[in-house]
């Protein structure tokens, strides 16, 4: 599991991820201030080993995440390959795109569910 804050420090972790692993967030945090959310990087295979071990709860929305989370109130929020398409079609437009644009195309991404041209 990898921690991340703040969205610049997210899209610089995964971007250069190979895997597409899911980014846990808590949500209601995200909708009132998402330049200063709290990411976490977690695998499916993670999970499953916490799960092994007696080491994972189930959050509100019936999801398995890592008992260290349960106060957190995360929730799968993007998976990686998402969070890299978003930022390679805004910066087709913007070489070096702002947290508020990223933020914008994101919030646009999870509303309309397709991508947000710059």
């Known amino acids: 599991m990898k921690k991340m804050q703040g969205i610049t420090n997210l899209f610089s972790t995964v971007n250069s991820h190979t895997d597409n692993d899911w980014v846990y967030t808590n949500l209601d945090k995200w909708e009132e201030e998402p330049e200063k959310a709290i ?19 189930e959050n509100s929305a019936g999801e398995l995440i890592p008992k260290s989370l349960e106060k957190e109130n995360v929730e799968t929020w993007l998976d990686v390959q998402t969070l890299q398409a978003i930022f ?31």
Request: glycine fraction near 0%; charge should be negative.
């Open 39 to 57: 990411f976490y990087l977690i695998s499916e295979d993670e999970i499953d080993d916490l799960e092994e071990d007696d080491k994972t709860v």
């Open 88 to 118: 390679e079609v805004i910066q087709k437009k913007v070489k070096a795109p702002d947290s508020d644009i990223l933020i914008r195309a994101i919030n646009h991404y999870r509303e309309y569910d397709y991508f947000m041209e710059a």
